[in-house]
């Protein structure tokens, strides 16, 4: 996104008195064998004081555009300077950075924090609703504005380096996310047919949003496809470089949405599971979030007792998404759920109590482990995470076979969010919400939205890539599918009704 | 400078969901055949809703730019509006302005004020050497950026119309001015060798520079192609047409300095009158300003009396340039001056006087056309005059010469500026200050900076026209031609030392 390159310039004189930031675009041009570069006019004023203290030997930083290059940044030649880069990766709930020095491309520090929206509104939806009046959409853009801000100069001073030393900022969010962020109108978001107010945002300058970098920083927003399917998708396909393998790989991320991305060099086809009514809260909706003492994996033994193991092994205060995915499989293949997922009583035993006509499964009684109370999980936790494998097997099986593709052929199944990290693949399939291909295909692959994001800052040339992907991705709409919602019913079971896996 | 055009757009459905700005830039890409169509950020936020509210039927003005086209405004298609433009001569002393409908292509209206930076300084030199402090360049920056806003709003009131209605603004100025107007450094225009900080300024937002119109338009500033060659003379050029006719015509604009354009479509050679020591004030020191009262005709009669004519026939006050030239040339024919331009004691008898050693030449005697007080031009205005005759003279020379071209050969000679209109050809030629070719070829063509940003206005496609014609124009350095310096000597008498004529 950023070209940082030294020159020397002919010196003025009589017979050639070109002015001086033309006599800069011209060396830059011939450098960069382009025509194609701007300057600001912000950055004029400067340019001829920097070029005679400096004997015309220059150090010039310039931000790559769709239609070409504009002129950062001018420092004397020889000066210690860092240029940096940031980016981020706006997710619903919490915001990661990631700072790179665009020279050398090495991370030079990274830092999440709360998006601080949350207190607006714990999902999208309310968030959108708040922000129907223009007064509380302003307010809703300056929450994340300042947070980003705020964070931002905390991982510099960690860094050594100021906010006005970051020249491009790279950011990448689901679509409600990047219009708050762009200060955009959400409300047709979430009416049919749900209409974004922009798929492919322009690249623009820092401070016109009030971003607190250098103030010729350049911000590239990801683009989006649709309402329901971001530019953290694509930013994530960009860094799982999908986009240009021959094989057909498949890629999934399971965070507040489930949204796949199925293809190749020469197609993509995507879809999002928020796209129909049934998919409503997704796969998140299961389990606690990840953090100290949730139960994230779960093993029952031969004595049908249950062993957990806890994020840094603290006495278990809960359980996570990955945490049930192992002990729902746990639970159905020692018995203790039927296929409907319902609790068989006979197993179950005294491990089963009822409160307010909701069964409860006791997972972890009050003193074991180091429990303060019984953790349990309820016919509703468990019925959840039923819809939502049905939903993410649904959607996987829609999208492949719409293409026709097994996927016994997929060269690759990307699972990015840290979701991916913590699951088991093995249980995900047991339960059927993954399909039963060899294991090592299964490529945990972290924040791909930040981790694209980072690879756009340091590789040349990618905005075109980026719009090509998005150009290239075909958007399935679960919502008016009917064969998606009759398969969706038929994944209701454990693992399936049919013997497809 | 700007495209109006009417659009009608698909309807969104789950089949067709791209984004609101994305469908509106579709639309126009198709329509204008081109891919260049961008749009700025603050103006994503509207599109929404003026969208729905008129049912996908628009009205869009986009502004060329160098690289394409920007969406700069979006209305309801059939609401009653006026989109305007404003062309801007910024001149040293007066600031014209004219208010042009961009769809009609009338001139609504036209003002002119003094330029307020006139309080600092009347001539350039004296406000580049005020500017050599930041907060005293920002000073005159504000100044005239005030001046103009003030004017423009009088003007748009005048009109009926709003400043928000204006939606581009193209402005011509010498390069000093402009600078001031862009709030560039100054110093390095005036020490050798003579260097802007730009030639050809980048296209920017009106906010920028705290022009207020509408927030979106854009603000045109016509290149330069040195220190004492300005976007007046290539915008004057673009007016007269010189660049696309196949015979050779030569463009002069007599101001403070005297700036000199000749050349035809294949080529084009410039110089300016500041450019030399010898020239220093230039043609335009001679004489008051043309305004009530002043001569600016005289007649000396067989009787050897002095027959004046005055602006709008009032007492005189004093005589202008052009009168002063019409003088000389009389003064010249009945023997009143020798060929070096002194004063014959013999022929001028008791008009002449002699104060503080100077002497003087009495044209009206006091009483006589109502006038209050003797009015009298003394040897040192006959020597000025000799000089910017001399100057102006030698750079036409200069200039033809080398290229070859004849004064008779010239197919058009433009004289630009007040100065052209009243200034009597004949009188100009018999001083030798203009070339003896048939009086036809002379055309007064007034303000021609202005007109030059009018056209530039309301005829599609002229920033590439002017581009080409500023890298067209091979500027001549007066200052180092040692030529021109002997010329110069040579021409220092009344016609000339040679039979040229």
Redesign the interface.
Known sequence: MIKILKLELAH???????????RLLAGLKKELKTD?I?????M??D???IL?RCNYKVRCVLAEER??FVLTMVVVADKEKIFAGIAVDLGTTMIALCLVNLETKEVMGEASFINPQVKIGADVLARIHYADDEKRRKELNRLVIDGINNNIKKLCASCSILPKDIYCLAIAGNTAMTHFF????T??LIR???????????I?KAD??GLELNRFANIFVFP?I??YFGGDIISGILFARMYEKEEVSIFTDIGTNAEVVLGNRDWLIGCAGAAGPALEGGAAKIGMQAGQGVIDKVVINENLEFEVCTIDNLHPIGICGSGLIDLAAQLFLYGFIDKRGRFVDSRCAERLIVKDEIKYLIIVKKGEYGADADITISSIDIDNLIRSKAAMFTILETVTRTVGVDFASLSDFFVAGTFGYFINPVSAISIGMLPNIPIERYKAIGNSSLKGAVLFLTEPKLIETVDKIRDMIT?L?L??NQEFMSRFSGARFLPHTDAYL
């Open positions: 003025p004189s009589l017979k050639d008195n070109r002015g001086d930031a033309d194609r701007k300057i600001d006019l912000k004029l004023k340019i001829p004081d005679r239609d070409g762009l200060s955009l109108p409300k047709y049919e047919p749900y209409i974004p107010a922009v798929n492919t945002p322009p623009f016109e949003i989006n649709g309402s958007y709409e919502n008016v």
